[in-house]
């Protein structure tokens, strides 16, 4: 491919030196094309305006290997207003409910002071013992902040970085543990969290986030994981270099099933690390993932997938197949604007999300309803866009399927189920 574009970047963006180590050295590796946001769903009476595209480009450091987004589109933009509220799924509050435990029963002793970054509407944080366990969200969406309130879980809205992590800490003392889910990948500026991170952690704290693991999403052909909100891509290597360039040490990694396959990361100031670490590293050094080996074969998956997965849709409209989608999620637009796939080829798009329906998607402009239109619309089938839930909507939709809908699993390789 060729290099990244010059720096000219569209109004509210701009082209990003690597965040880990700053090098001038960003090498493409998947361009996903000019897309709009993947969460900016589209209202009836905007249709016709021009939506803003910036570049989606996956890039690679050419010095330290960390794989990012070249482009970085403000994230006053991108954050604000957030359509995507936790609570809305079952499969993610169940996991949620473990999540707290598993930080509860390791590194709190039952009691302490745990600061959630990027929570949402307070799914997680509800989740602690709230009468042993004093709770603190930090979330930027003001309209998601509001919702979390409402429910009684103390929230700060605004960005979290130093700054805030010097107030947090003057007003309610360091934290104990602090709670990054799916919020380190949106991060631009990293040095600034990795900072934060120190200014609020107690002596003893830990710093626990889950994430995409690159290596799910290399070898699961998952390049729908990729949108603007998503501006890094980390491997065990890179998050442990991170952290290391500010006195915290990755001392512990899980691999979890969530979004395709992630990593729960656990980050603190002892020395030691222990076993899971070392064989993710070693998996990660039999890939080369350092030198970018796995990246060439990624970009050639992603291509065959989306020429399959359009030739499918393709033949089944000249059959005169009627077909839909399910799950408005981020990552589905990634998709369907990288196949060229909207209301030409679907009618709708299913989604449980209350906030979602009656807009229409971005690029697309396919239309959102509630899950009950599959069964009143009975399309022949439904592109099942949020296949990271397929067992949930599988189960949710048994009276679609007995009535002879059938799914597309889009991912790894397109198939009918
Ligand atoms: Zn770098």
Partial sequence: ?????????????????????????????????????????????????????????????????????????SPEIMFRVYPYVSGTSETLPRHFVDYARDIAERFLGGEGFVVEIGSNDGTLLRAFDRKRIKVLGVEPATNVAKIAEDAGIPTRNAFFGESLARAIRADEGPA?????????????????????????????????????????????????????????????????????????????????????????????????????????????????????????AFARSVERQRDELVAMVERFRREGRRLAGYGAAAKGNTLLNYCGIGERQLEFIADRSPLKQGLFTPGGHVPVRGPEALLEERPDYALLLAWNLADEIFRQQVDYRQAGGRFIVPIPRPHVL
């Fill in 176 to 296: 104990n543990a602090i709670i990054g889910n799916n919020v380190v990948a949106h991060i631009d500026d990293l040095h600034d969290l990795a900072r934060a991170i120190d200014v609020l952690l107690a002596p003893d704290g830990v710093f626990v986030a889950e994430f995409p693991y690159l290596v799910d999403m290399l070898q699961g052909v998952e390049y729908d994981t990729i949108y603007h909100e998503h501006l890094n891509y980390f491997s065990v290597a890179a998050v442990a270099d991170l952290f290391g360039r500010f006195g915290l040490t990755l001392f512990y990694v899980r691999r979890t099933s969530v979004h395709g396959g992630s990593i729960r990361i656990f980050v603190g100031r002892r020395r030691e690390t222990e076993r899971p670490l070392t064989e993710l590293r070693s998996l990660e050094a039999r890939l080369a993932l350092a030198e970018g080996t796995p990246l060439a």
């Fill in 1 to 73: 491919m060729t290099a990244p574009r010059p720096t000219a970047s569209p109004v509210g963006s701009r082209t990003s030196c690597c965040r880990i180590c700053g090098a001038p050295s960003l090498e493409p590796v998947l361009d996903l094309g000019a897309q709009p946001l993947a969460n900016s769903l589209v209202r009836r009476e905007d249709l016709a305006q021009p939506e803003a595209r910036y570049p989606l480009l996956l890039c690679r450091c050419a010095r330290c290997g960390h794989v990012q987004l070249s482009v970085t589109v």
